[in-house]
């Protein structure tokens, strides 16, 4: 057992928190001890998972009745606020890492962690290019003044863009494998792809029995664990699957499930967790988040995406380019969401597609080749590359 002590900084913005609790994993069952520092709401998912938790001091979780970008005081005091920044330098003079991993978008407490001994690293939630050309890269001119008010305050040279705020660790930890991954004109040097990360499923139980008790095809629905007004989208998608010869389960993520009228092959349920029900689904429908792009593609499972916005767009563009799924595009109507879940039950292509993405994933490693190559760090000295 290597014994290393890590700090896993992250906030609760629907994806981001996945592919750190698979990261995390992995590292307490290669031996090392993890502390999560991020909001309250995650306290939950990391104890379960093994780590220590510690919440940010003055910021709290983020309000689910909204959007996040509804609620941007709250949103903008998290990713580019100070407080964050100095949670990190406390729990560090605290525990002396070996090793610190901060979720990408946090860019105060990035800064915060350029200042410390011990090797650094960003996870991306996200696939790079949406912090070059897309979605979150737009964000930059208008958190620009904050981010590097926050890096003045820690005696910092102030960031350009989101490529410049990643340039300074000695990671930038992709969570997709490389062949989904979107083109962009350059690759960092510093990032590494090991697959999706992914946490591991629980062992079946009631999950596994969720679905309708049927010999058709299997349809698993999940739209976006953050609000996105999303009500209307889903009701359309289950008023899709009542008119196909399927049985379905619809996680709703959010939406009361007393709001949605469900024929009988539809099974609705607030929560499932993924892991268990995949390995039993032929297609998977959802917005396009990244979370369950990744959860479907390392399963082999083909997709019908119904983007929203954020990075969602970019992610079903790679479905779809990839020939492992469609997409509808914003705001379909039930007969187009039939028609493709239809044509991707239909086309066993979609199927080959997606497991070809699927052994990609599985030969970068996953989540314990990560976590192995960040403890790797700690004996090569800060800033190697």
Do not use: K
């Not at 709401?41 to 909204?66: K, L, N, W």
């Not at 001994?117 to 290019?129: C, D, G, N």
């Not at 990032?191 to 139980?205: I, N, Q, Y």
């Amino acid at each position: 057992m290597t014994g290393h002590r890590v700090l896993l900084v992250s906030h609760d913005a629907g994806g981001t928190v996945p592919p750190m609790l698979a990261l995390a994993i992995a590292l307490i069952a290669q031996g090392d001890g993890v502390t999560v520092l991020g909001q309250p709401s995650i306290r939950h998912r990391a104890e379960q998972a093994g780590c220590r938790f510690v919440a940010f001091e003055g910021i709290g979780d983020y309000d689910t009745s909204v959007s996040l970008e509804e609620q941007p005081e709250r949103t903008l005091a998290a990713i580019t606020g100070p407080g964050p920044a100095r949670d990190l330098l406390r729990l560090v003079d605290e525990e002396d890492p070996d090793l610190v991993v901060v979720d990408c978008n946090l860019a105060g407490a990035a800064a915060a962690a350029e200042t410390v001994a011990a090797p650094t690293a960003l996870l991306l939630h996200s696939m790079y290019r949406t912090f070059v050309d897309t979605w979150f890269a737009d964000y930059w001119p208008f958190m620009e003044p904050a981010i590097n008010e926050t890096r003045r305050t820690f005696c910092l040279d102030p960031c350009s863009s989101w490529p410049d705020v990643f340039s300074r660790h000695d990671r930038l930890l992709a969570v997709v494998p490389e062949v989904f991954d979107a083109p962009t004109a350059a690759t960092p040097p510093t990032m590494r792809h090991f697959g999706f990360l992914v946490p591991p499923a629980a062992p079946e139980g009631r999950a596994a029995t969720a679905l309708p008790a049927a010999d058709q095809p299997t349809v698993l629905v999940s739209l976006s664990t953050t609000n996105q007004h999303q009500g209307p989208l889903l009701q359309r998608i289950v008023e899709a699957l009542g008119r196909l010869p399927v049985r379905a389960l619809v996680t709703t993520s959010g939406v009361p499930v007393g709001e949605l009228a469900a024929p009988p092959n539809v099974e609705v349920r607030d929560f499932v967790p993924h892991q268990q029900v995949l390995p039993h689904t032929d297609v998977v429908v959802t917005h396009g988040g990244l979370g369950t792009v990744a959860g479907a593609l390392s399963q082999g499972v083909p997709l019908v995406c119904t983007p929203i916005s954020r990075d969602q767009p970019l992610n079903a563009e790679r479905v779809t380019e990839l020939g492992a799924g469609l997409t509808v595009g914003i705001e379909p109507t039930a007969d187009q969401v039939a028609e493709a879940v239809d044509v991707v039950l239909a086309d066993p292509s979609y199927r080959r597609a997606a497991l070809v993405i699927a052994q990609a994933s599985l030969d970068a490693g996953g989540a314990a080749a990560a976590a192995a190559h960040l403890v790797s760090l700690t004996g090569e000295g800060h800033g190697s590359q």
